[in-house]
């Protein structure tokens, strides 16, 4: 979440860049400025109610020993009657902290002066593409076609199991995943990047620590025996290893990937753009996310970009990376880079990965902190990325790579495929 010292030290610069994202902040901005005030004279008060209690507590003691007894009982009274006046104090202090806290997190991430306005997806930058478009026939299949084809995937068997939006890899399709994933994870290792493996499920505080919860509940399937939330990315989970922690700086930066498998409800998607790999409830994924300090952030983001463009390079893949404009931002996004590339059988782009600063948005929710050179506390950055996503990864393999002799394999999987060609 926003910081007060970010809210007071320019208000009417953090209404204007979050009316980038769409959300109008004056009423907010105004609640949060007021309700500080307001904080700061409690806070105030407390602290003479309490160094008035400590100065009466005093003074009983040598009261008794002069024998003034009386003097002594009235100062009781007195110590009573403050303690009351300063639980009160302390109440609506708390009340006022937790509106505080509450508003904030109804405020989403103030956007860079780098993210171009706009209000959907058809106005997001193009800044960069690559790749060689490839040369389909005209009766090329789409990959859900290819998919039956070589019994690569089975859509069908995943609804019998569970419902749509939850397929059955079989045979080499099954294969192919798990080799996707294990040269995203060597990609990642060989980067520099520590491999962890999270838990899948996530508690409450870590859905609130990356800014999951309170924006996207409806898209979080939710375990309410045991308020847990499956993970819709390893980014939770990951992140939150550093939440309430302060990092020593020569730790700086940290760098993590981990595969998971990830779940999103997808809630109101349907038609033909979600057909076959392009939309599910269940899939699989490796992330990259960094821990930085602010000065580095931005050329970290930087490293992470050309990190996703070298593997969709290796995979022989054509892609473009988008600039989002404010309206097509995450809440807790102050910056996102999305890339796709693109599905040839579909004849459309596939996003297969989002790479994103939050700066101190997701730090200031999870207490993850850093103790810098000079022994002063700051907020870290907090970063990550898809490095890749799998299902649309292998939407665009199927269809880009399709042959009268069946599927060709990227060079680059076939030590982890430990075939060349799908037939």
Not at 16 to 33: C, H, N
Not at 258 to 285: I, M, P, T, W
Request: glycine content about 6%; proline content about 5%; aromatic content about 8%.
């Amino acid at each position: 979440m926003l910081t007060l010292q970010q809210i007071k030290e320019d208000p009417q610069l953090v209404i204007e860049r979050l009316a980038v994202k769409g959300f109008d902040g004056k009423e907010a901005i105004a609640s949060v400025l007021a309700a500080d005030e307001r904080r700061r004279a409690l806070q105030l008060n407390n602290d003479n109610l309490a160094a008035q209690l400590k100065q009466l507590a005093a003074s009983i003691g040598a009261l008794m020993k002069q024998g003034e007894k009386d003097k002594a009982e009235e100062a009781k009274a007195s110590v009573a009657a403050l303690k009351e006046q300063q639980k009160a104090v302390a109440d609506e202090l708390a009340a006022t902290e937790a509106a505080i806290r509450e508003t904030l997190l109804s405020v989403p991430n103030v956007p860079c002066a780098a993210v171009p306005a706009g209000k959907s997806a058809a106005d997001n930058v193009v800044e960069k593409t690559g790749g060689q478009m490839p040369e389909l026939s005209d009766d090329a299949l789409p990959h859900w076609d290819l998919a039956r084809k070589y019994n690569l995937i089975d859509f069908d068997l995943g609804v019998k199991i569970t419902g749509a939006g939850f397929p059955v890899y079989v045979g080499k399709g099954a294969r192919l995943q798990r080799a996707l994933i294990q040269f995203f994870l060597d990609q990642a290792t060989a980067a520099g990047y520590t491999e962890i493996q999270p838990p899948y499920v996530v508690n409450e505080a870590s859905g609130y620590g990356t800014g999951q919860l309170p924006d996207k509940e409806g898209q979080m399937y939710h375990c309410t025996a045991d308020n847990l939330y499956l993970i819709p990315t390893a980014e939770v989970p990951v992140t939150n290893l550093y939440r309430d922690v302060i990092i020593p700086a020569d730790r700086l930066p940290i760098k993590n990937t981990a595969y998971s498998a990830c779940f999103r409800r997808e809630a109101g998607s349907y038609g033909k753009d979600v057909r076959g790999l392009n939309r599910l409830h269940q899939f699989d994924k490796v992330e990259i996310v960094r821990i930085e300090r602010p000065e580095d952030s931005y050329a970290a983001l930087e490293e992470m970009k050309d990190h996703v463009q070298s593997l969709l390079d290796k995979l022989g893949l054509p892609w473009h990376i988008l600039r989002l404009c404010g309206g097509d931002m995450s809440f807790t996004s102050a910056i996102t880079f999305d890339f796709e590339v693109w599905s040839a059988a579909q004849k459309r782009w596939l996003e297969v990965s989002s790479v994103s600063n939050f700066e101190t948005y997701q730090a200031n929710r999870l207490h993850c902190r850093y103790r810098g050179d000079d022994k002063k506390i700051r907020l870290c950055h907090t970063l990550n990325g898809s490095a890749l996503a799998l299902p649309r990864i292998v939407a665009a393999l199927l269809e880009n790579n399709q042959t009268p002799d069946g599927i060709v394999v990227p060079e680059c999987l076939r030590p982890y495929t430990g075939f060349a060609i799908i037939d």
